[in-house]
């Protein structure tokens, strides 16, 4: 499987239509890959093992997401302050 | 662009905005023949010295000037959820660009493969070089690669703006903190102008927007060359 994921990384051209985000407005879809990222971060870590398919949400999010809110959101995450559950 | 005196839309540069026109032809030629038979017979009803004072009903009469624009209204709705259906179709782009509108200006951000995003301000006036033109140029176009289909998602840093490209078919409001998806194929190479269309403060009418499309070895030689000199 992750044989799978680190293909999908290596052909990854944009983020690709995602079904559950079918519509117009995409802020949910750029956050929940943000979110995503972290949490799978976290949670491969924690189980010590290699975080590299969590690659696909940081594109995903690299691409959808304003570089404006991504640093937003990191510097509040460094600070603690972020508003969302990771 | 838009020219002087200009009365139907600017040449589609997409396939969606040629749905578009030829549905608007379509349609207006039917309002064309519509108004035109009325004008007609309000004409003849005004100019003629015949009169008839004992007709009650007809139901003959009635049944088609019912049936006839029923009939008219469904082939004006058929092609027009057509096209609605087929903008709003599952695509696949290979492009994201964002779009981000401030007052008073675009910026594009490209950040499927690194971090790279510029601002686009107006070319004022008095530094308008020869062939450019005016309240429409810009320093830093959005560039795109032709035939492929772009997704882009548009924001606002401060108030309402929206991004409009009308040869493309394009409007959707950059409203911030939401971010709005839209998609396009440019069919041709070419420059495409379009407006900021929400007001905005002072300058809103001074922020444009300007599409290049370019053939994809000649935007993968564009992005290349931009990333080396940011």
């Known amino acids: ?22 519509n117009t407005n995409q802020t949910r879809n750029c956050y929940q890959n943000y979110l995503d990222f972290h949490r799978c971060n976290k949670a491969l870590s924690a189980k010590q093992q290699d975080p590299a398919p969590c690659e ?4 995903v999010y690299t691409s959808l997401c304003p570089m404006g809110w991504v640093q937003r959101w990191d510097e509040q995450l460094e600070e603690g302050s972020f508003a969302g559950r990771i | 662009m838009a020219h002087p005196s200009q009365l139907g839309f600017q040449d589609a540069a997409s396939p969606v905005m040629e749905e578009l026109l030829h549905f608007h032809d379509h349609t207006l030629m039917i309002v064309f023949l519509i108004s035109t038979l009325v004008l007609y017979i309000i004409m003849a009803m005004v100019t003629t010295k015949l009169t008839n004072k004992f007709i009650l009903d007809s139901q003959e009469i009635e049944i088609i000037w019912t049936l006839l624009p029923a009939l008219i209204l469904i082939l004006i709705a058929l092609p027009s959820l057509r096209i609605l259906y087929l903008m709003d179709e599952v695509n696949d782009p290979h492009l994201t660009v964002k779009a981000l509108g401030h007052q008073w200006y675009w910026s594009y951000e490209y950040t499927d493969y690194n971090n790279f995003g510029f601002d686009s301000y107006m070319v004022p006036t008095q530094d308008l070089t020869p062939g450019q033109f005016r309240l429409l140029d810009v320093d830093h176009r959005m560039v795109i690669p032709t035939e492929s289909p772009v997704r882009v998602l548009i924001t606002a840093d401060d108030v309402l703006h929206s991004w409009a490209v009308p040869s493309l078919g394009i409007k959707m409001d950059a409203v911030p903190g939401r971010l709005n998806q839209t998609a ?6 070419g420059i495409y102008y379009g407006q900021c269309s929400e007001i905005c403060g002072a300058n809103h009418s001074f922020m444009p927007i300007v599409v290049e499309a370019i ?11 931009m990333l080396e000199n940011s």
């Open chain 1, 56 to 59: 696909w949400y940081r594109r």
């Open chain 2, 215 to 225: 053939p994809l070895k000649h935007f993968e030689n564009w992005s290349t060359l």
């Open chain 1, 1 to 22: 499987m992750s044989d799978r994921i680190n293909e999908k990384i290596q052909n990854y051209r944009t983020a690709p239509f995602d079904a559950r985000f079918p």
């Open chain 2, 184 to 189: 396009f194929i440019v069919s041709r190479p």
